[in-house]
């Protein structure tokens, strides 16, 4: 009997069993030959699970090999010479996955678009970003050639690594080594680890010992790309002759589609519902000042990427400003608005700049003026006034949030004597009847929750728009179902001309860390825009400014809540019984507070309780009025000095009969920094609540823009506010669409590590669809 052991050295896994051809040439006794398998080869393990890693983290890896001998060289080891396997560099996640939309409620001018949650890929997702366009596409796709070769014909050795970037910003990202022979997949792995970039696509276009070339498509980006470039450093030709050619070459420039649009709807709840000055944003407000006179001429030019612009002129059109902007290389288009600049200003325009499509380096940074050429060096001197600068302002808008946003209405019962009795809600299809004007907050939270379901949240305030009055603020969350309103029935409320009705409430709120918020801010509704308003307006300065929108009728601010009051605003003034404005008493305040008060506001100095006919803000003068007062008798006083620098507001008093003395009327001393009592403002920990009843108005109340003046300041300022019409969770809706034209839509989401690729695209017709089923029917 013989027998063998064959073991396989040098073949990996398991290999076919042996076979025999049969025994005609053995001799012996019933000779038999039998092959049988010992142990079943086998791979072994091959990888090896790594955990807890750090998410966001780059983790590279290197192997080495061990036997009887001792340890062998990492694989990193003869990289520089051409050899060995590249380092691996992988991050513990990556940019998420695509998502999915469909179509919700669609009208002649508005869609709702629902979004699933896409894989996260180990990243929590922090926004996503919807983008529309008229067109069948998205614009053509970016496309470059990286060629690399040998001059000589040898074969090439070594590693490469590509770097997209630019240097100047500080803002470029370099792929982790690449060995010159791995396949277009291994390149594009590499390659879309970029946070800057979109998906990537390469592909191999030649695949020669001494030369290579790909192509490599930018799928996803619109617009321009920026600079990509190879890294070489670490290649050469098996010939020892240092000759190693790269090129990266343009083959196709991206275009941006025809009504194009984009939007971003944002996952952190405490933050988002609001606009902030960022140091990126894709909306930017450039605004032109000057002191004394108006500027009639002289231009100036503006940078970006360290570039400048040609010269724009102070009276530029909007096609003047498009044409400079979209002039710098890494701008594909641009949306400019110009309006007339607010009084003060003495520049003709201001401008509001929206940039298309997608920024080469990642969010669109902030237009900067250059300070050698502000009506200087190559470009026209400004004619008119003193003192030119400019401020740029990029406005982040994070209002729409992942969560939709909640329904804001006043239930509110108005009477010009006490008011009583009962009324009656309806929610969809259900109602509640006998509802009590003594009704608490949480009793209508309970009546409300019946009818609505459990996340409905309410306040009671007091209301005397009438004379007596009672209002509870109720919020709910939104829904796609234009049924689901809050409806009022008021035919048993008591009291003279006694009334109920459900209205809108539109919620805004000044915010800061350190509630050291300051500077103005505008409100916008419906393309009509207040005047610069104070983030710590008064409750009188805001309702005047919004009764005169002409889409806005009756407004009341909401007020505080049961038990709560509102607080005045505490300033310094200069108090001086001589001093008269057009024949009326009046006092000074440094600075310019006609964004902060107006006619009508309450004004408490010393013991007296006045009002305020009207607010004029002054430049100083010492020859005259309240800067006569300054310079003549606290000329050494900070007073005085500041009110050199930042002028003065006179606060002319509404008469009030007798002739007002404030010593000894008002117990009041004459003085320059006298402590007074103005208007009413409702606090909050971190800033101002300035919400208010919207009780008529043919605006759109959901077509809101809250927008920071240039003056805006504090420690992370925000303006948070939510027009009164909810939104279904996980809904983009789409408004202002062009009955005649088709749209596509698609959507994708964005982590710490970039943009994932794209949702399915949806094509979208706005038309009118059939109106819903009446609630209900009333007997009169």
């Not at 080891?77 to 991050?91: D, H, V």
């Not at 407004?555 to 008269?580: E, K, R, W, Y």
């Not at 305040?589 to 964004?595: E, I, M, P, Q, Y």
């Not at 038309?767 to 009333?778: E, F, G, I, N, Y």
């Amino acid at each position: 009997q013989f027998r063998s052991l064959i073991t396989y050295l040098s073949n990996p896994d398991d290999v076919p069993l042996l076979r025999h051809y049969g025994t005609s040439n053995l001799k012996g006794t019933t000779v038999s030959l039998n092959i049988r398998e010992k142990v079943k080869g086998s791979f072994g393990q091959h990888h090896v699970a790594v955990n807890g890693l750090e998410e966001g983290v780059i983790y590279a890896g290197r192997i080495y090999a061990e036997n009887e001998v001792g340890v062998g060289p990492y694989t990193t080891a003869s990289q520089t010479y051409g050899g060995g396997i590249y380092p691996m560099a992988r991050s513990a996640s990556s940019p998420p996955g695509p998502g999915s939309l469909a179509l919700g409620i669609v009208t002649k001018s508005r869609a709702e678009v629902k979004f699933t949650k896409p894989s996260t890929n180990g990243s929590d997702i922090r926004s996503y970003k919807f983008e529309w366009t008229t067109s069948s596409t998205f614009g053509s796709l970016a496309q470059v050639n990286a060629r690399v070769s040998c001059s000589d014909g040898s074969e090439i050795l070594g590693f490469v690594r590509f770097i997209y970037g630019n240097e100047n910003l500080s803002r470029t990202e370099t792929s982790v080594p690449i060995d010159i022979r791995s396949k277009a997949v291994g390149i594009s792995q590499a390659l879309n680890t970029f946070e800057l970039l979109n998906e990537i696509e390469v592909t191999t276009i030649i695949n020669e010992t001494s030369e290579l070339e790909w192509a490599i498509s930018f799928l996803f980006d619109v617009g321009p790309i920026g600079s990509l470039s190879l890294e070489t450093e670490n290649l050469r030709c098996q010939s020892e002759a240092p000759v190693v050619y790269s090129t990266i070459t343009p083959t196709s420039v991206a275009s941006i589609p025809e009504d194009y649009g984009s939007r971003e709807i944002f996952t952190d709840n405490m933050l988002c519902g609001s606009v902030n000055l960022g140091e990126f944003s894709a909306v930017q407000y450039l605004t032109l000042v000057a002191s004394s006179d108006a500027v009639t001429g002289g231009s100036y030019q503006l940078m970006l990427d360290g570039k400048s612009s040609e010269c724009i002129s102070v009276a530029a059109s909007e096609p003047q400003m498009k044409e400079a902007i979209e002039g710098f290389e890494h701008v594909g288009e641009v949306d400019v608005t110009a309006t007339a600049a607010p009084n003060g200003s003495h520049f003709p325009f201001q401008y509001t700049i929206m940039f298309k499509g997608t920024y080469a380096y990642g969010d669109w940074p902030a237009l900067q003026v250059n300070p050698s050429h502000f009506g200087a060096g190559e470009c026209d001197p400004f004619v008119g006034g003193v003192d030119h600068r400019a401020a740029i302002l990029p406005i982040r808008d994070e209002s729409l949030c992942l969560d939709g946003a909640d329904n804001t209405v006043a239930i509110v019962a108005d009477s010009l004597t006490s008011v009583g009795g009962t009324f009656e809600i309806s929610y969809g299809y259900g109602f509640s009847v006998g509802v009590s004007l003594d009704t608490s907050a949480s009793e209508m939270k309970e009546i409300l929750a019946q009818l609505i379901g459990p996340n409905v949240q309410v306040t009671k305030h007091n209301h005397d728009d009438m004379g007596e009055g009672v209002a509870w603020a109720v919020t709910y969350p939104g829904s796609s179902n234009r049924n689901d309103q809050i409806r009022v029935v008021d035919t048993f409320a008591t009291g003279r001309n006694a009334k109920v009705n459900a209205y809108p409430i539109l919620a805004i709120e000044t915010y800061s860390q350190e509630n050291d918020s300051i500077g103005d801010f505008r409100i916008v509704i419906d393309g009509e825009s207040t005047a610069p308003l104070s983030h710590r307006a008064s409750q009188v300065k805001i309702l005047q400014e919004m009764h005169l929108l002409n889409g806005v009728g009756k407004v009341n601010m909401l007020g505080p809540t049961d038990g709560d009051a509102l607080s005045s605003i505490q300033l310094s003034a200069l108090v001086d019984d001589s001093f008269t404005a057009q024949g009326l008493k009046a006092i000074a305040v440094v600075g310019d507070l006609t964004s902060t008060f107006s006619s009508g506001d309450q004004l408490m100095v010393g013991t007296c309780d006045l009002v305020i006919k009207s607010i004029l803000h002054k430049d100083y003068d010492a020859t005259q009025s309240a800067g006569y007062l300054y310079e003549s008798l606290y000329s050494t006083s900070p007073e005085t000095a500041n009110a050199k620098t930042l002028g003065y507001s006179i606060l002319q008093i509404k008469p009030s009969g007798a002739t007002l003395h404030f010593l000894p009327g008002c117990s009041q001393e004459d003085g320059v920094n006298e402590t007074i009592q103005v208007g009413s403002v409702l606090n909050t920990d971190n800033g101002v609540d300035h919400s208010m009843i919207i009780k008529s108005h043919t605006a759109d109340l959901d077509d809101i823009e809250i927008i920071p003046e240039r003056n805006w300041r504090g420690t992370a300022p925000r303006i948070f506010f939510k027009p009164p019409s909810g939104l279904a969770p996980h809904t983009f809706t789409m408004t202002g669409m062009d009955k005649e034209k088709k749209y596509m839509v698609r959507a994708s989401a964005m982590n710490s590590h970039g943009h994932g690729p794209p949702s399915n695209a949806l094509e979208i017709s706005p038309d009118s669809t059939v109106p819903s089923a009446p609630t209900s029917v009333l007997l009169f």
